[in-house]
């Protein structure tokens, strides 16, 4: 076995695992870490600021935190995985290399869910936020402009795409510039009562175990996102590394952020408790109003609806057609979406299949903001538990490694930490979880009927290991067992 390591950008990194270079390399790390935090978005907190609010008793920040805490093991897990196959398919090629081909396919189908719906759910949050601008404009109009902008954008290609994801970040960060100089200014000034206090990162009055449980389910819908870099690795050119350390670099960077911003918003409410319940999807805003102006109010809701519904969107829509196109080329779902448009680079057919899902999903769901949230959560979570299995299967078992730390205990923490999340999810979202997953069994016992799919013998032998090429991906630190 080599004992260097031999992963170099070009179409040799594919062809060791039975592929041909479709996709344009022209993603640096940078590129993959700003689009992590784009799909991540910075801005996040604002939209939900007063129901996570209400729910975790004042102490928003505190529940960033906790989320940091429990996602990290997940994002290790992925940063693993992702060096030993730096291919699109995500879970998908983790699980189906790491573990078992069928059980890529489930880990593929569950995590579909997540990213066919959470377009849908950017969409809904962005025709909100429009709707309190322009309450005269109905909310399918703006789902429509949105979905048709942003397809446009994912079609001309993933450099373009990398160009508005800068563009969008940088703006993002300037509105997170200009909250904090607010902040600053009216804590400084008392205004309304603001101080400095820590009481929005910990109240030792009303914190409680249950709290912990509540924030564990809206973090990691905050934190989703970063798993997407990982469909870009065939687009990257900084090495098998580069998925891996954007992923991490990008999750503690966007919790510095929600953290940062929600202690100051917490600061300048010192003596609120809670929102009403009608004040609650604008508690944020109001009090970017209270401290500036009604413009600034204005501009702050417009920032979060174009960051949702156009940057975020971006990096749904892109992050789903290549799970798409990854699980097709395989005929694991119907070979044309594999097919890759020869001037942009870009697998189009699947870009143009994610739209009309989610225009569809979109005008279906507007107003249920609630159940599209519990469905996401439930086919994200569901793949995460696979992905740890899958680390410590291939890692653990096969490769007999001797790094305890990360491929034994880091990834049953996560599992544990996945497993006590969706255990106490809301039930409509394990019920509708449960059915997509018995559809996804019922496709999978099709294509293995007719014996076509499920990772080709020179992709993957019958037990599911990658083939031995793959494994030159690993230094000789790897082959011992050290990351």
Do not use: C
Request: glycine share 10%.
């Amino acid at each position: 076995m080599p004992t260097t390591d031999r992963a170099v950008p070009g179409e040799g990194d594919l062809t060791r695992f039975g592929y041909k270079q479709e996709l344009n390399r022209g993603l640096s790390t940078t590129d993959l870490l700003i689009y992590g935090l784009v799909f991540m978005v910075p801005i996040a907190p604002w939209a939900i600021y007063g129901t996570v609010f209400n729910e975790a008793k004042g102490m928003v920040p505190l529940v960033y935190l906790i989320g940091l805490v429990a996602m990290i093991f997940t994002a290790l897990s992925y940063a693993q995985m992702s060096r030993a196959f730096p291919i699109a398919g995500s879970v998908y090629s983790y699980v189906g290399r790491g573990m078992n081909p069928k059980l890529g396919f489930i880990a593929g189908w569950t995590i579909l869910l997540d990213y066919l719906l959470v377009p849908t759910l950017l969409y809904v949050f962005a025709a909100e936020s429009m709707s309190g601008i322009f309450p005269a404009v109905p909310k399918w109009a703006w789902i429509l402009l949105f979905l048709v902008v942003n397809t446009a954008v994912n079609y001309v290609g993933i450099s373009f795409t990398a160009v508005v994801n800068r563009v969008f970040l940088t703006a993002e960060i300037l509105f997170i510039v200009i909250f904090v100089v607010m902040a600053v200014v009216a804590i400084r000034n008392g205004t309304g009562g603001a101080h400095v206090t820590m009481k929005p990162l910990f109240d030792a009055e009303n914190f409680s175990a249950p709290l912990v449980g509540t924030a564990l389910s809206i973090a990691v819908l905050s934190f989703l996102g970063f798993d997407g870099i990982a469909t870009l690795s065939e687009e990257s050119k900084g090495g098998h590394r580069s998925a891996g350390i954007a992923m991490i670099a990008g999750l503690f960077l966007v919790a510095f952020f929600f953290i940062s911003q929600t202690w100051l918003a917490g600061m300048l409410i010192p003596d609120t408790t809670s929102f009403p319940e009608d004040e609650a999807g604008n508690a944020f805003f109001d009090i970017v109003g209270r401290i500036s102006s009604n413009g600034w109010q204005i501009a702050f809701l417009a920032m979060n609806a174009l960051a949702v519904g156009i940057a975020n969107a971006v990096a749904a829509q892109s992050a789903t057609s290549r799970l798409l196109f990854s699980m097709s080329r395989d005929g694991q779902l119907p070979r044309f979406l594999a097919h890759i448009n020869t001037r942009s680079k870009v697998p189009e057919r699947a870009i143009l299949l994610v739209a009309g899902i989610t225009l569809v999903l979109g005008l279906f769901f507007v107003g249920q903001i609630g159940l599209i949230s519990s469905l996401v959560n439930f086919g994200a979570l569901t793949s995460f538990l696979l992905l740890h299995l899958s680390v410590m299967t291939y890692y653990g078992v096969r490769r007999r490694s001797s790094n305890v730390l990360l491929h034994w205990v880091g990834p049953i923490i996560g599992f544990l930490i996945i497993g006590f999340v969706l255990w106490n999810a809301e039930a409509a979202a394990k019920i509708g979880g449960i059915v997509w997953l018995a559809i996804g069994i019922l496709v999978l016992a099709y294509y293995s009927r007719k014996g076509i799919g499920i990772l080709p013998e020179h992709r993957a032998d019958a037990d599911g290991a990658a083939p031995d090429a793959a494994t030159e991906y690993q230094t000789t630190g790897e082959q011992k067992g050290r990351a």
